[in-house]
């Protein structure tokens, strides 16, 4: 009887505490804050947004093959529209090398001084994070350009000199990477409009003014590489 009475005072005891005990286990497991692992935390949504920074300094390296190779400045108003000048180099550009020459079956002497400076604008949404952008280009560029033509004669060499006013329009694509380097392809289309055309002779002070010639329109691919900087 006193053996009976003594197990059941025992089991009173022991049971209470196993079962707190396991309780505390539970919400222990409940109250302990989720760890992710590093695979875990390339599914969780990232709040990154890519914006361009003040200034991008960029080189159509593509301006080799087509009408000269050009350098700009693209200063970021906005996160999706910028403004800024550029200037391209039209005597290293094979294109207009060639077109010049007429294809390269005359040989006059291109002066490196064939140069077009202008303006541009550009509208450039984000898209997603802002890594991905496509874009609107318009601008206006003023063209000079020089060629001269060899002659035995006293009068000297044969010298013509054009300037035309350049309007263009093109579309095209830019990638932003996490640092301050940027890739845009694009395509865009030129109005060629001459303003002025004169030939004279190297030492005669008689210069001829030419009529001007038709608009033209010309299509041309750019590849420009650019950095950022500026701000944040």
């Not at 960029?58 to 000048?85: E, H, K, R, T, Y």
């Not at 991905?132 to 002659?151: A, T």
């Not at 013509?160 to 996490?178: C, L, P, Q, T």
């Not at 299509?219 to 420009?224: H, K, M």
């Amino acid at each position: 009887m006193y053996k009976s009475i003594i197990l059941l005072l025992i089991a009173l005891i022991i049971f209470p505490n196993l079962s707190a005990k396991t309780n505390d286990g539970k919400n222990n497991s409940l109250n302990k804050p989720t760890e992710y692992s590093p695979e875990m935390s390339a599914f969780r949504p990232s709040d990154d947004k890519s914006t361009l920074k003040l200034i991008n300094l960029q080189i159509d390296v593509l301006g080799l093959v087509f009408f000269g190779p050009q350098v700009s400045l693209d200063f970021q108003i906005a996160n999706f529209f910028s403004v800024g000048p550029y200037f391209r180099w039209n005597y290293g550009g094979v294109l207009y090398q060639a077109a010049t020459s007429e294809w390269f079956s005359e040989s006059p002497n291109i002066s490196p001084a064939s140069f077009g400076y202008g303006f541009s604008a550009k509208i450039i949404p984000p898209i997603g994070s802002g890594r991905h952008r496509p874009y609107i280009d318009l601008g206006m560029e003023r063209f000079s350009g020089k060629e001269s033509w060899s002659s035995d004669g006293y009068l000297g060499d044969h010298i013509y000199e054009y300037k035309a006013n350049i309007f263009h329009f093109g579309a095209g694509y830019r990638m932003v990477s996490d640092k301050a380097f940027n890739l845009s392809v694009g395509v865009y289309l030129g109005i060629y409009q001459e303003t002025e055309n004169v030939d004279f002779y190297e030492n005669s002070s008689e210069v001829d003014y030419n009529s001007l010639e038709d608009p033209r329109i010309f299509p041309g691919i750019n590849l420009t590489l650019g950095w950022q900087f500026g701000g944040k």
